[in-house]
T-cell receptor, first 113, second 111 residues
């Protein structure tokens, strides 16, 4: 098992550019989520999905879109990047909704200039 | 909304010393999770506590949830350089769909 994979590991964008952060898991997990980690603020939930075709907003969803067309993939789209979106982004998955032993990917470090 | 406060924010200990990290919730905890993050990497699940007074151990790490279920502590015995990293507590927010996290405690272990 590869577990939870994220690409790319590092990315630099200019303000206004769009991009997609990729996340995939090969554990057949129902629940997937995206977090951002900023210094002194821990992890904040951006969006989550409880299964294919079902997504919902977390604490800080503005400026981000998600979709879940398959169980395995949960991409995060930045529509028009802003410097405030400079952060480290983590994708996580768990076997079922409410199962909080989440498995985390290695993260994507994003800088928006 | 529920908030988790961790203390201390950072900690430097000499190898072999014991240490404790605390996590305090503004509301009753129905599930409290401890994760460890190595610097520059993702989070790794350590343990989960659900019942008041519950205590769990894994190797040299012990976590407790108080009887009132509003505070948890993580205790490391005889710290080693491998214990260095960021320790985060997390808790259920809305029926398990949303996990909130504390800001983390950065642990440095001096050899």
């Amino acid at each position: 098992n590869a577990g939870v994979t994220q690409t790319p590991k590092f990315q630099v964008l200019k303000t206004g550019q769009s991009m997609t952060l990729q996340c995939a898991q090969d554990m057949n997990h129902e629940y997937m989520s995206w977090y951002r980690q900023d210094p002194g603020m821990g992890l904040r939930l951006i969006h989550y999905s409880v299964g294919a075709g079902i997504t919902d907003q977390g604490e800080v969803p503005n400026g981000y879109n998600v979709s879940r067309s398959t169980t395995e993939d949960f991409p995060l789209r930045l529509l028009s990047a802003a410097p405030s979106q400079t952060s480290v982004y983590f994708c996580a998955s768990s076997y079922r909704t409410g199962d909080n032993e989440q498995f985390f990917g290695p993260g994507t470090r994003l800088t928006v200039l | 909304s529920q908030e988790l406060e961790q203390s201390p924010q950072s900690l430097i200990v000499q190898e072999g010393k014991n240490l404790t990290i605390n996590c305090t919730s503004s509301k009753t905890l129905y599930g409290l999770y401890w994760y460890k993050q190595k610097y520059g990497e993702g989070l790794i699940f350590l343990m989960m506590l659900q019942k008041g007074g519950e205590e769990k151990s894994h190797e040299k790490i012990t976590a407790k949830l108080d009887e009132k279920k509003q505070q948890s502590s993580l205790h490391i015995t005889a710290s080693q350089p491998s214990h260095a990293g960021i320790y985060l507590c997390g808790a259920d927010n809305t029926g398990g769909f949303k996990t909130i996290f504390g800001a983390g405690t950065r642990l440095f272990v001096k050899a």
